[in-house]
């Protein structure tokens, strides 16, 4: 079997609601749809995020072009080779050995992306080749997996405590676990709406926080410690960006409560020094913004040998794989109770991974166990 073409299909779709996190504004989701064909016939999806979508989906042709011809079951070795693309080789400019120029730093994002976007399409290309479900090829299980729903985004005009209800409806929806973004105001507020949002869920439902980065150390110290009479599950990328390792592993010592991280990290190496240092528990990295699934099988690798989690960020429709193949190191999944939040993962697919009573639940289908609503898909194109 060899790779044939490619075609991608950039999707937006826009929200009644724009939203704040502690740092970034959106009013709408976005999403690429990459098929990957080959000479037999077989046809791999996959749907990933990240932005600017059109260097994304350049990036994407471009590699397709330097492996056409390919055997798309290969996924390490063609992953291995699209990676080094970011890496200086010897005369490079003089581009001797027919490969483009190293791609520059500031499109490592975009890279990783274009990455993620083909290695998962070929991981969907080796299941239905297979006739077997991703899962079943690495060797997990059918086996409800946990999830919660998160919320808490901060909408113009609404009152902090408005999260009361979202929370309600969620617990409403089944849900055993919930996560409630922080840092948009003071540290009064959030230990104020944390609170209610405790009181609201009950004592036996699973409460995460999502700080989107906002604190320093030294005030995120005291914010751990002040907060952890709510029994928090975990607090989540808590401190500012350039802070590392050795700053996550002060906090984890610090306060009593478990941390988590690794949405943003684009490869198995930064996560490796976050769980090594000791500082992290719960690993969140998303295969959709970066490096793919078998970037995320390693990252998995090293959570199980480390005695730490692998959380994935969104995406439960693909990341159910994973944690279903290392039941030790698995912990739960992300999904959005609120179709407004995320329409393009409630309305894309005419196949996924369900949600039933905060339990993903996956099927039968070989591959990824995707099908995508095309004309969802057409009506939202960006």
């Known amino acids: 079997m060899k790779i044939t073409k490619v075609k991608t299909h950039p999707l937006f779709a826009p929200i009644r609601e724009p939203y704040w996190t502690a740092q970034e504004s959106s009013n709408g989701v976005r999403a690429i749809i990459t098929e990957i ?21 350049s990036f994407i042709e471009q590699f397709i072009e330097l492996i056409k011809g390919w055997d798309p079951l290969e996924t390490t070795t063609i992953w291995e080779y699209l990676f080094s693309l970011a890496c200086p080789r010897p005369r490079a400019p003089y581009q001797e050995d027919g490969l483009p120029d190293p791609l520059p730093r500031s ?17 969907d290309i080796k299941g239905k080749e297979a006739g077997m479900p991703v899962w079943k090829i690495l060797g997990g299980s059918k086996s409800p997996i946990l999830s ?10 609404r009152e902090m405590l408005s999260v009361i209800d979202e929370f309600s409806g969620f617990v409403a929806k089944g849900y055993k676990a919930v996560k409630c973004k922080m840092g948009f105001e003071t540290m009064e507020d959030d230990l104020e709406r944390i609170a209610a949002v405790r009181n609201v869920i009950g004592p036996n439902v699973q409460l995460m926080l999502d700080m989107n980065a906002c604190y320093d150390l030294r005030t995120c110290i005291e914010f751990g410690k002040r907060v952890a009479e709510n029994n928090i599950t975990w ?23 478990k941390l988590a991280h690794g949405e ?16 992290v528990t719960f690993v969140q990295f998303d295969s959709t913004r970066h490096s793919g699934l078998t970037e995320i099988l390693r990252v998995a690798q090293i959570c199980e040998q480390y005695g730490v989690y692998i959380v994935p960020h969104h995406a439960a429709e693909l990341h159910a ?37 905060s339990y993903v639940h996956l099927n039968d289908l070989p591959g990824l166990g995707i099908e995508f609503d095309w004309a969802f898909a057409k009506s939202i194109a960006a």
């Open 235 to 257: 607090i989540e990328e808590p401190l500012h960006w350039y802070l590392q390792p050795r700053d996550y592993k002060k906090l984890a010592t610090s306060i009593p409560i």
């Open 321 to 357: 794989h994973v944690v279903s193949a290392f039941p030790s190191a698995s912990f739960m999944l992300e999904t959005h109770g609120d179709p407004e939040r995320d329409p393009i993962w409630h309305y894309l697919f005419r196949e996924r991974a369900d949600v039933v009573d």
């Open 264 to 279: 943003r990290e684009m490869t198995r190496f930064t996560i490796r020094d976050f769980v090594d240092s000791g500082g």
């Open 107 to 123: 499109a490592r994002p975009q890279l990783t992306a274009a990455i993620a976007a083909i290695d998962i399409a070929l991981w």
């Open 148 to 157: 919660y729903s998160t919320g808490g985004y901060y909408r113009e005009g």
């Open 37 to 57: 064909e080959t000479d037999q016939g077989i046809t791999g999806y996959s749907k990933i995020q990240g932005t600017p979508q059109e260097d994304i989906c």
